[in-house]
């Protein structure tokens, strides 16, 4: 943290003078696009473009909130924080889903679609010999057109499941609390007596910590020599920081009052990174749906490894792009 | 070309002083290499390791004698040469097909088995959710297995078939010609008249062109930013840069006397994309086989793209060594 900056614009605001203002915004953005997403949705089929902006801004400040509630509990009201803390959770983690399976079909598909002049064989060309012939290469499509068909089907109902589900829960009961919640963030939030405190004291310290859980992270990342682009058990570490470093960067924004922008390449790099490894697996899923036709797994297989290989990619850009955010960071 | 260090070595040498040494050499290198793989060649299985490295040193020295007959041909007897060169390069290519076969099977397993901790799913287990339970994931390898097993039976077979040719070219009266007319030029080196002239002047020029091609060719390699790693047909200017560079190391042994270091790195990286390339053409292949499980399919081709992104990598790794070459071959 750049204590030096932050003594020069904070130095004489309390806690909650620096919190309520970043709370209150955050609770009327996610109002506004709980209104849009009301006004742009058809209950019939998946999310008009409209809709699905709405969604995506309403997710975007439930993680602020979210975040925020988290990071400086010790300044707000604790058993309040924590509920609401959960609740968004909830509410963004069922949001997320949808715009999850969109994204990873888009992936795949656009993937597949550059695989399209590789050597995917068809069942019906046995020939154990070397190179295909023109013949044979006319039908090598025929593998990756039957896998885009098939990933298409199930993720484009996994999708309508999940747009169901979405709108379900906003019409819950559940989510009228956290709406409800949210509104009376808006107008007032429930500090701690300790948010009187200048921000200085109360603030810096958690935003620090944030801070070192992320460094803490990054350092413990296996490094790129110990690259095993299979081994999907290693992308765990990186999920993780990935998440550090988005609630690091809302810290960020409410102690210094704007996005950090060196935290965007290597946070773009760990999204990349997640919705690969998420795209390898949905590849994988649809490759054990049974009695496909091997030129289906086959393609399957390619995309797999492809996906797995743009999963190393993202984490070669995450270690090119963060030297110089933990220069930044910590100068 | 160093020409400054080519005249304090050969100032005062004629063409055929440099290249007769240099042919007698590698004609006694081939004898003495023949010999060896007729001690150590069982005619009925796959050759001994002795056999082996014979086979190897014999297509070193056939593929040097016929760059040097290629390159330096205007110093050269002709038709000799012409007609040498096309017979050692059919020796050479039939004598690498079986070390290519070995090669391949051994690359494609220990890629399969650096695989062997991805979702291979298998055909049994048809659920379509994400993340694969315990009892799964511990029958994903069998898809792997199984390709391993298919292509072992391919890639054996194929060997054992190249080998038998081998040794069949080895007792043909084709290759008791070649074997006399390499003994022969272990004696005496048929020279054209021009070989008299000095080594500066008939040897370096030849050598230069040798040197302008390679140079020609990498400059029309595409850019890393053009790169399609599923393109087998962007494959063709890699290893057409691969042969050329072998030419332009044998020229320079020629005339300076010794191999360039420098070469040794971006000649390795072209030897290993060519490589990558040929088993991912195998692992496509061995998809083609009829009848294979879906998961074995599946295998395949993770296994291909596998190979191919080795083939990226491989350009990557040409590109990062290429500079350092270049700057010693053109200062």
Redesign the interface.
């Known amino acids: 943290m750049r204590r030096h900056d932050h003594q020069t614009t904070q130095a004489d605001l309390t806690a909650g003078a620096v919190l309520a203002p970043y709370l209150q915004d955050q609770a009327a953005e996610f109002l506004r696009s709980l209104r849009l997403h009301r006004e742009n949705s058809a209950p019939t089929d998946a999310g008009s473009h409209g809709a699905e902006e709405a969604a995506g801004a309403l997710r975007r400040s439930s993680r602020r909130i979210g975040g925020t509630l988290h990071t400086f509990r010790a300044a707000l009201d604790a058993t309040w924080a924590e509920q609401l803390r959960t609740e968004l959770a909830w509410l963004s983690g069922t949001l997320a889903r949808e715009h999850a399976y969109a994204t990873r079909l888009n992936r795949l598909l656009e993937a597949l679609h ?10 019906r ?8 012939t023109d013949k ?1 290469r006319a039908a090598l499509g025929v593998g990756a057109a039957r896998a885009g068909a098939l990933l298409e089907r ?1 993720l484009t109902l996994a999708r309508t499941r999940a747009h169901s589900a979405a709108l379900q829960a906003l019409g819950s009961s559940r989510f009228h609390a956290v709406a409800d919640a949210v509104a009376l963030l808006a107008s007032e939030v429930p500090l701690a007596p300790a948010a009187a405190a200048p921000a200085e004291e109360m603030l810096h310290g958690p935003a620090d910590r944030a801070e070192q859980q992320l460094l803490g992270a990054v350092a413990a990342l296996p490094s790129g020599q110990a690259v ?6 290693q992308d765990a570490p990186w999920h993780r920081t990935r998440l550090l470093l988005r609630l690091h960067r809302y810290a960020h924004e409410v102690v210094r009052g704007a996005p950090d922008p060196v935290l965007a390449a290597p946070g773009h790099a760990l999204d990349l990174h997640r919705d690969a490894s ?1 795209a ?3 590849a ?7 009695r ?15 996906q ?2 743009e999963v190393t990619a993202a984490r070669g850009v995450f270690r090119t792009s963060w030297p110089y955010a933990a220069a930044v960071i910590t100068p």
């Open positions: 550059a695989l399209s002049g590789t050597s995917l064989p068809t069942a060309h046995g020939s154990g010999s070397d190179g295909a044979e199930q095993e682009p299979y081994n999907e058990a998420e390898a697996a949905a994988a899923s649809a490759a054990r749906t049974p496909i036709a091997p030129a289906t797994a086959y393609a399957l297989g390619v995309l797999h490894a492809d797995r290989h």
